[in-house]
């Protein structure tokens, strides 16, 4: 079966230090993955999404930056966090041109 | 892909059926309707989805007006555990993402 994991769970980092987050997926080959952001008591925004191994779409323009360095690993990465950064991360999966998305447990980020 | 209005919150009974509600007015042929489900500080769960036939799992059932301007999600049995943000989505057939709207915050009452 198919496992998708995120680290950390949780994350305090002071402002204008950098970021990376891990995603990884098991179970499966070439999918989908995605990032996504929610600020507290917001909406899912999706930040990145990528269809294959160094193709990346950034939805928003930010300080961010994703990479896939493997089939099965995407990268969220920040030289400089800013206080608007905190949030909570959501990684996520799809086979291609399937819509039904697996999410995993996400990294809650505070920015201090 | 086509904007979606959902009521902001809902309350139903433990135990009652529970309705979702979602406009869809300016939906395409091509567009299928997705229903995902967010319980408190964890990750979406798809739940369910249709293009213009009724379907049914073990989760819920989605009811898509003849004209497919709008739907209804259905829990029909609601828990306590059902508690959570409930999304209809609206995704256009070939797009590589899907696009979340703010959804309505469902509370199952004991």
């Known amino acids: 079966s198919q496992t998708i994991h995120q680290w950390p769970a949780t994350l305090v980092q002071p402002v204008g230090s950098p970021l990376s987050l891990e995603c990884t997926v098991e179970g499966t080959s070439n999918p989908n993955l995605y990032w996504y952001r929610q600020a507290a008591g917001r909406g899912l925004q999706l930040l990145f999404y990528s269809v294959g191994i160094g193709q990346i779409s950034s939805e928003v323009p930010q300080n961010l930056s994703a990479s896939r360095p493997q089939d099965r690993q995407f990268i969220l990465s920040s030289k400089k966090l800013l206080l608007s950064d905190s949030g909570f991360y959501l990684c996520?999966?799809?086979?291609?041109?399937?819509?039904?998305?697996?999410f995993g447990p996400g990294t809650r980020l505070t920015v201090t | 892909d086509a904007k979606t209005t959902q009521p902001t919150s809902m309350d139903c009974a433990e135990g009652r059926a529970a309705n979702l509600p979602c406009n869809h007015s300016?939906?395409?042929?091509?567009?299928?309707v997705y229903w995902y489900r967010q319980i408190h500080s964890q990750g979406p769960q798809y739940i369910i989805h249709g293009l213009k036939n009724n379907e049914t799992n073990e989760m819920a059932s989605l009811i898509i007006t003849e004209d497919r301007k709008s739907s209804t999600l259905i829990l029909p049995h609601a828990t306590l555990r059902d508690t959570a943000v409930y999304y209809c989505i609206v995704v256009l057939q070939g797009a590589q993402k899907l696009v979340f709207g703010q959804g309505t915050r469902l509370t199952i009452n004991p």
């Open positions: 300016t939906i395409s042929g091509n567009e299928y």
């Open positions: 996520a999966w799809s086979v291609w041109g399937a819509y039904e998305q697996y």
